[in-house]
């Protein structure tokens, strides 16, 4: 189990390189995470939804993504609250003090899911969550030493040196530790160096001397992190100016499934810029996207609050397109309905008005995959829904797609504002060329799927040249 010394230390891609690691040694080896906290998630072979990086774990594995994979799940739809997801299927909607009392329920289906992947593998590489050094968080946890233990997985923790301080992060965790709680670390790991890594050299020793633990390497930076698909809307950036098409994204407060632009940000004839809070919507941007959220309601109320509808009312004024993506679709219409209350207070709110469609809020969630065809180009395309709401409308009758014959999303008759609930549709060549084509781009010459597959192999080969490959999975028991 690789744990860490605090969050977005490197955890994810740890795990997906040693994942592709122990797979190119011939081991079948899976991804587990007991509990994590994301809106990015993906949906699974078996109908149910996990977090982002335990799909691209999967990937790494070249595994099919299943609930199992993530048996917790967090969907945050307020600074205080977040949609629970048990084994794929949403079982509430708690506020955090609410939720540390769910918690120890919670731990039977992570152990559930934790034997089954078990049986099914050679080794199953576990990612924890946050830091075990929470200890204020430490009764009836589930996401790290709560787990370990009860599942007697050893740990290797891992402290980020590019923060700083990577000595007290290691040597200070084990200080707060239970004694019981302690003794479950095998080992540490430093990650993200730049330079010269004989220049920790006294550092690492002294490490291993104050804890007792064997260090198992000192990871180097890996640049090309950032060409894989991104979970935490904290690594949302903004790309360079790359391409003659410029594509504006408003990042709402509560942005999901934002892994959708990740292809646009590799294309070489794109431009993607992230518009962060307080930033305006540039005057040149040939498409504007507007992307999923957790909660549309509040995100429509974020937009307006910094000015972006008026941004884009003028945008669309003079002649550019815009396209929404599930959430963002949804705020392009007349009216979002929530009669039962189901984001906040219950009742009717307008919509940017770009789209004749009315949207209800209904408690049902849509999880699939789907196979479509792009409705102007008549390209296939592949991609997944994961939204409450439905969608009705005189604009329905200008699909964006057609899903088994049927319309999917919505257009304008001019065709520059689009609409659809299909996330992942950028991830298919063939589409993101079609669509990028119609908006006066040059044809794609990107292969994002290979891209993937071949970052996925040197960050394997990065770990087992700098760490004790052969040494961690060994840990394993």
């Known amino acids: 189990m690789i744990q860490g010394t605090g969050s977005n230390v490197g955890k994810s891609l740890l795990v997906a390189g040693l994942c592709r690691a122990a797979l190119r040694r011939g081991l079948s080896v899976v991804p587990f995470k007991p509990q994590n906290m994301s809106n990015n998630a993906a949906v699974t072979e078996d109908g149910g939804e996990i977090g982002r990086a335990q799909a691209l774990q999967a990937l790494a594995c070249r595994r099919a993504a299943h609930t199992d994979m993530n048996p917790v799940l967090l969907k945050p739809e307020s600074d205080i609250g977040a949609q629970v997801i048990v084994q794929g299927r949403r079982v509430a909607t708690a506020r955090a003090r609410d939720y540390a009392r769910l918690k120890p329920r919670l731990l039977a289906p992570v152990l559930e899911s934790f034997a089954r992947l078990r049986q099914g593998a050679d080794i199953v590489i576990v990612e924890g969550a946050g830091s075990p050094a929470e200890v204020n968080l430490r009764a009836g946890d589930i996401a790290n030493m709560g787990f370990a233990r009860a599942a007697d997985v050893p740990v290797i923790l891992v402290g980020d040196i590019d923060r700083g301080g990577v000595i007290a992060q290691i040597v200070g965790t084990q200080a707060v530790l239970d004694a019981s709680d302690a003794a479950q670390i095998a080992g540490f790991l430093i990650n993200r160096f730049r330079g010269d890594p004989s220049l920790f050299d006294d550092g690492y020793a002294l490490i291993g001397q104050r804890t007792g633990w064997r260090g198992y390497g000192v990871v180097p930076f890996f640049a090309d992190a950032a060409l894989l698909p991104a979970e935490d809307a904290l690594d949302l950036r903004r790309t360079g100016e790359d391409g003659p098409l410029r594509v504006s994204v408003p990042v709402l407060s509560r942005i999901a499934n934002f892994d959708d632009l990740d292809p646009l940000a590799q294309e070489p004839g794109v431009t993607l810029r992230m518009i962060g ?70 009742g009717d709110v307008p919509g940017l ?12 969630k849509h999880l699939s995959g789907v196979e479509a065809v792009h409705a102007s180009s008549g390209v296939p395309m592949t991609g997944y829904e994961i939204h409450i709401g439905e969608t009705t409308g005189e604009a329905r009758s200008r699909p964006f797609a057609h899903v088994a014959g049927a319309p999917e999303g919505a257009m304008s008759t001019d065709g520059r504002v689009m609409g659809s609930y299909l996330h992942g549709m950028f991830a298919d060549d063939a589409f993101r060329g079609a669509f990028l084509r119609q908006l006066g781009a040059a044809p794609s010459t990107l292969a994002y799927g290979e891209g993937v597959e071949a970052v996925l192999d040197a960050l394997a080969e990065h770990l087992e040249a700098h760490c004790d490959v052969a040494g961690l999975l060994a840990v394993a028991r």
Do not use: F, N
């Open 277 to 346: 809070p307080g930033q305006a919507v540039p005057g040149d941007t040939d498409l504007v996207i507007l992307p999923g959220t957790k909660s549309t309601i509040a995100d429509l109320a974020w937009v307006r609050g910094q000015g972006w509808d008026i941004d884009i009312r003028a945008h669309v004024r003079r002649g550019g397109h815009v396209l929404g993506i599930c959430g963002g679709y949804q705020m392009l219409g007349r009216t979002i309905r929530d009669p039962l209350g189901l984001e906040g207070t219950a």
């Open 353 to 364: 008005g770009l789209l004749d469609l009315v949207t209800t809020m209904r408690p049902d």
